[in-house]
């Protein structure tokens, strides 16, 4: 298959690392907890299986957690795309609501409506609730999928359209650790 001209002008431009909301000042806290998935290991590739699409099932592979810190009342997860070309990263997830107690979700727990109970989905992009699966453009190269889980000493009360800058603003100053697990994708 040829490459895309586009994807390959492209390829040297990416929001950056420094522009995934882990950067943000107001959201640092020890890395006191670990997050891990049986599909793919931290810096891998994530299977085809988790590929996102515009239309049909967007499957969010499965995550597991170690236990959080004491006090958290509630985690967070926000899986964003630091390697678009242009602007702010790409939000792949924002979910609420997730209880740490479970110590882990199967694949498509992030769909939208979600068959685990409690899990709230805010709007990522095209205004999609719920997981939406990688599609970086065609020849860019590699990107990472970070998904990035936050714990919480408060069950968050946002209404029901949440944005991320309305959960980045409601766990400021709440964060009581946070885990990491980095993935890839690459369409050539």
Do not use: C
């Not at 199967?106 to 609730?129: E, I, M, Q, Y």
């Amino acid at each position: 298959m040829p490459a895309n001209p586009l994807g390959v002008a492209l390829r040297n431009r990416r929001a950056g690392q420094h522009t995934l909301v882990w950067a943000r000042p107001e959201l640092a806290a020890s890395e006191n907890f670990a997050l891990t998935s049986p599909v793919f290991e931290h810096g891998g590739p994530i299977p085809a299986a988790y590929r996102g699409r515009l239309f049909g099932a967007n499957v969010s592979p499965a995550l597991a957690w170690t236990p959080p810190p004491s006090g958290t009342a509630e985690l967070v997860l926000i899986a964003q795309d630091p390697d678009v070309p242009f602007g702010k990263p790409a939000t792949h997830a924002l979910t609420l609501g997730i209880d740490p107690a479970l110590g882990g979700l199967p694949d498509n727990a992030f769909a939208h409506p979600s068959d685990v109970p409690g899990l709230r989905h805010g709007k990522g992009p095209l205004g999609r609730r719920g997981w939406a699966g990688p599609m970086p453009i065609k020849s860019h190269g590699p990107h990472a999928y970070v998904f990035q889980l936050f714990a919480v000493d408060q069950a968050l009360e946002l209404p029901a359209s949440f944005t991320l800058d309305q959960v980045v603003a409601a766990i400021a100053g709440h964060v009581l650790g946070r885990a990491r697990l980095d993935g890839t994708y690459e369409i050539r």
